[in-house]
């Protein structure tokens, strides 16, 4: 069971960047998919994630900017961010776990259970 993100890479502030994650070995159309970052120095935070039937949520510093998306038939969640900052420089991990119905464990990290490899992205001011 795997998943693969990709996407990343070095914009200026301002742009957009469409980060995107496949899962391999096992579908997860039933699972909860979501996106984490970690900066250097800080904890992983969850970004947003998406339900198998489309509830998402989003933190804080990401609403209006940042889109998450997933095709259930691909086995793919995507991740558009747009207006990026350099507070966003970050690697970013894709995600998926059982949800459970709760709405808290959308952002829970203890939620998800699967979880791929990390996509750089950095964003120069």
């Known amino acids: 069971v795997q998943l693969q993100a990709s996407g990343g890479g070095l914009v200026p502030a301002g742009e957009s960047l469409r980060l995107s994650c496949v899962g391999s070995?096992?579908?997860?159309?039933?699972?909860?998919m979501g996106w984490f970052r970690q900066a250097p120095g800080k904890e992983r935070e969850i970004v947003a994630s998406?339900?198998?039937?489309?509830?998402?949520y989003y933190e804080d510093f990401v609403k209006g900017r940042f889109t998450i998306s997933r095709d259930n038939a691909k086995n793919t969640v995507d991740l558009q961010m747009n207006s990026l900052k350099p507070d966003d420089t970050a690697v970013y991990y894709c995600?998926?776990?059982?949800?459970?119905?709760?709405?808290?464990?959308?952002?829970?990290?203890?939620?998800?259970?699967?979880w791929g490899q990390g996509t750089q992205v950095t964003v120069s001011s």
């Open positions: 998406i339900s198998s039937g489309g509830t998402t």
């Open positions: 070995g096992r579908t997860f159309g039933g699972h909860v």
């Open positions: 995600a998926a776990g059982v949800w459970g119905g709760s709405y808290r464990n959308l952002y829970r990290a203890s939620t998800y259970t699967y």
